[in-house]
């Protein structure tokens, strides 16, 4: 399991995202992983319900970096 980074804790208290709900995407992707930023790694997933989730990821997919709804930056 992945940890999160400060950034990521701050994103989802202000989205009201839950560390299970990103856990349930990063398990439950809608295809394959692209490549981000930085050299960071993008997954969407389902959350809770039909919700979907973009998360992203160190390149070595150990650290949260950020979680929001496909779209937001």
Request: proline share 8%; aromatic share 4%; glycine share 8%.
């Amino acid at each position: 399991m992945p940890s999160f980074s400060k950034h990521a804790r701050m994103r989802m208290t202000e989205r009201q995202i839950t560390e299970d709900e990103v856990i349930r995407a990063l398990n439950r992707p809608t295809r394959p992983p692209e490549p981000g930023d930085n050299g960071n790694i993008v997954v969407f997933g389902y959350g809770t319900g039909s919700r979907i989730l973009k998360v992203v990821l160190t390149a070595d997919a150990q650290v949260v970096v950020s979680v929001m709804a496909p779209g937001e930056k």
